[in-house]
């Protein structure tokens, strides 16, 4: 039941992403919207039920987008990757960094889209614009990062509830 | 032997080392719509439908509806608008008639065919780097790979990926897209290629044309994908250097991308084998 919840929420992210948000120009440079979530499962959930989540959207996120296939899924499994690592010595639960680790966890997939840009073709006058883009979506990341951790948090406790009363009714 | 650092140094380096190289093997985007990217355009498109009709449905009431007043002044303007082009349209029909008799009188191949089909945009790229959108008809509809995408103001893009009822289409606006162009006034040839804040850049045009801001950029047909003669956009700037023998030139569309909701795909027809005359 938790695979459900995490692929309605990925689901719903994509969509909102690709066909609300262009609409709204306060968005245009806005960050992607799965980075929380993959980062949300890297702190709060297990690499088993997380791990299944990373890959499937990253492929998802792969097909809809006009990028090379292979890089939002590449972003994704290191960022997972990164996240995992750091919270082995950092204690990123707490609120006052949560902020910090989103803005690191949106620098740190626009860096991989730069080098792998970088690495296939592209001119250099396309990295002029790339690096106010990747400033905003910091600053986005940091004023909004936490917010969407919390949204995350409080659909998945009230998720389980919801899941709880359900069996006991049953039962 | 090794130590558990080591080992998971070694481990990293091995991983971003075959990840690179999956990335090298799949940026070749040819194999990127195989069964299972299917089933996720599937999965996800249907949704962007819902949702962008939605939008539609909502913002369309809003301009019907609270929108009166404006709508009765813009008509009047419209009015005056249509007068004028229904001269213009007579004066075009003219042109027309006169052009398909000297297409015949030279025997020329028809380079724009009749066959367009429509399609709403119903979602965009999730990502600012990259510049597709996805469009509500695909295979079943008749829409190939390769296809050109234009709007009735010029060129949009090209048809990169199709699954059964769903496209995607790369915008003349991304990197990767590219069109072989020409000046419409002194012909200067050369391919569009998208730039930066959805401006393209006018690659490869010689120094010694004389291309001024404002100058018109057409298609010239050479691609085998675009038809000939489709406005693409304007001249915007134009930086001569000093040494070197191209100029560069900045292109901006016609095309509103972000605004862009319906789209024409050509449906050529495989253009025939050239055959020499008995």
Not at chain 1, 97 to 121: D, T, Y
Not at chain 1, 124 to 152: K, N
Not at chain 2, 174 to 193: E, F, M, T, W, Y
Request: net charge positive.
């Amino acid at each position: 039941m938790t695979y459900c919840l995490h692929i309605l929420i990925c689901l719903s992210l994509i969509i909102i992403q690709t066909t609300v948000m262009p609409y709204i120009p306060l968005f245009e440079r806005f960050y992607d919207l799965l980075t929380p979530f993959i980062i949300y499962l890297s702190i709060f959930r297990s690499v088993r039920e997380s791990i299944v989540i990373v890959f499937i959207f990253g492929f998802f996120m792969d097909i809809v987008s006009g990028g090379p296939l292979g890089l939002y899924l590449t972003a994704y499994v290191w960022l997972f990757i990164g996240v995992r690592w750091a919270i082995t010595f950092l204690h990123v639960g707490d609120s006052l960094l949560l902020p910090f680790v989103v803005a690191a966890g949106v620098l740190m997939e626009n860096l991989i889209f730069v080098g792998i840009s970088a690495m296939f073709e592209q001119s250099p006058r396309i990295f002029e614009t790339m690096a106010s883009t990747i400033v905003v979506q910091v600053l986005w990341a940091l004023f909004t990062g936490p917010l969407f951790l919390m949204f995350f948090s409080y659909s998945h406790r009230q998720w389980d509830r919801w899941f709880k009363e359900i069996l006991a009714k049953k039962n | 032997m090794f130590s558990k650092k080591m080992v998971m140094i070694i481990g990293v380096i091995v991983l971003i080392a075959v990840n690179i190289i999956l990335l090298s093997v799949f940026n070749r985007r040819y194999i990127s719509y195989y069964r299972p990217g299917r089933i996720a355009i599937s999965l996800i498109a249907p949704f962007q439908k819902a949702s962008t009709s939605s939008i539609h449905f909502v913002r369309d009431i809003w301009r019907h509806y609270f929108f009166v007043v404006n709508v009765a002044k813009e008509n009047d303007n419209y009015q005056k608008a249509l007068n004028k082009a229904f001269e213009n349209n007579i004066q075009l029909k003219e042109f027309k008639l006169s052009n398909f008799r000297l297409r015949n009188l030279l025997n020329f191949e028809k380079t724009i065919t009749d066959r367009v089909l429509s399609a709403e945009v119903i979602g965009k790229d999730p990502s600012p780097w990259f510049k597709t959108v996805l469009i509500d008809k695909g295979k079943n509809d008749g829409v190939e790979t390769g296809m050109a995408v234009v709007v009735p103001k010029g060129i949009a893009g090209q048809v990169t990926d199709v699954s059964a009822n769903y496209s995607k289409v790369l915008l003349i606006i991304d990197h990767n897209s590219a069109v072989d162009a020409l000046v419409q006034n002194d012909r200067a040839r050369g391919i569009i290629k998208g730039g930066m804040a959805e401006q393209c850049l006018f690659k490869y045009v010689l120094r010694k044309h004389d291309i001024e801001i404002g100058n018109i950029v057409v298609s010239s047909g050479l691609d085998g994908v675009f038809p000939k003669g489709l406005a693409v956009g304007y001249v915007s700037a134009v930086i001569k250097p000093k040494s070197g023998i191209f100029q560069e030139v900045t292109v901006t569309p016609y095309v509103d991308f972000e605004k862009l909701e319906e789209v024409l795909i050509v449906l050529n027809p495989k253009k025939k084998k050239f055959e020499p005359e008995q």
